[in-house]
């Protein structure tokens, strides 16, 4: 499926317009539950998606989860942290982790649109179940989340950069409530340095790649844990929490 990018400005979402063949039932279905919601748009940035081949691209997550693991394990300054680090540590960065996977294995992502239900239906479906939703991928953050892993293929990382990367963004100091902040702030450092000297030797004339690398990781946080979650593991696993799972893996395996 292609997918355009996310309107932007402060243009008001096309279900609130007059125009609209379901303002009416938006309107009420709005009146009831706020203004802001977005799990009842009609507008396709906002409709929900799922996986156009879930065997096929859940297994290619599941594999990448598998190799996230097997990093983690291969790092012996991670292990010398306490486990409630590890946990904090894990909790923050999963996500970014696996996003570099999908990039440095070239996983590609199609989406197709999920049947909506009609508004009447919502309506009525809601009032007998006032529990929030699980949240579901949308079309926009399917399209962040591929623009995201093309801009990494742009790079051409190597493994070793790829490792290094992973490295520094894993011993993120910055992590609430760490209790050895300081040192896993050395060893941010140091994957960072050891990073820019890799870059050094295959780039040795473009001085701005460490740079653009930083500037491209940073749109890691761009993508929620949920849209990942929800994407590729729900159908797997369900709602069990991924951190969780991790931890599991890596002291079990």
């Known amino acids: 499926m292609s997918l355009g990018g996310p309107a932007t400005g ?31 748009c009609l507008c396709a940035r906002h409709r929900t998606v799922c996986l156009r081949a879930p065997q096929h ?20 300054s991670f292990g010398l942290l306490p486990p409630g680090d590890q946990r904090l540590l894990l909790a923050n960065c999963w996500a970014p982790l696996f996003l570099l996977g999908l990039a440095q294995d070239a996983v590609t992502i199609e989406v197709t649109e999920m049947p909506a239900p009609s508004m009447l239906k919502k309506i009525l479906l809601e009032e007998r179940s006032p529990e929030p939703q699980r949240p579901q991928p949308t079309l926009a953050g399917v399209h962040r989340l591929q623009c995201c892993l093309h801009m990494f293929w742009s790079l051409d990382l190597s493994p070793k950069e790829y490792a290094y990367l ?32 890799a870059l050094a030797l295959r780039h040795p004339v473009d001085r701005g790649c460490f740079a653009r690398i930083l500037l491209v990781a ?16 729900h159908p797997m696993f369900g709602d069990a929490d991924i951190t969780s799972l991790i931890v599991d893996m890596l002291f079990l395996t």
């Open 57 to 76: 691209t859940c297994l290619a997550a599941a594999g990448v989860l598998a190799k996230t693991v097997a990093f983690l394990q291969n790092l012996p």
């Open 166 to 197: 992973k490295g520094a963004i894993l011993f993120n100091p910055d992590t609430p409530g760490l209790q050895t902040a300081s040192y896993v702030e050395s060893l941010h450092r140091e994957a960072e340095q050891v990073l820019q000297e």
């Open 218 to 233: 940073s749109t890691l946080k761009s993508i929620p844990p949920a849209l990942l979650s929800s994407l590729f593991f």
């Open 10 to 40: 402060s243009a008001a979402c096309e279900c609130q317009r007059g125009d609209s063949q379901h303002a009416i039932l938006y309107s009420l279905l709005s009146r009831s539950r706020g203004p802001s919601s977005h799990a009842h």
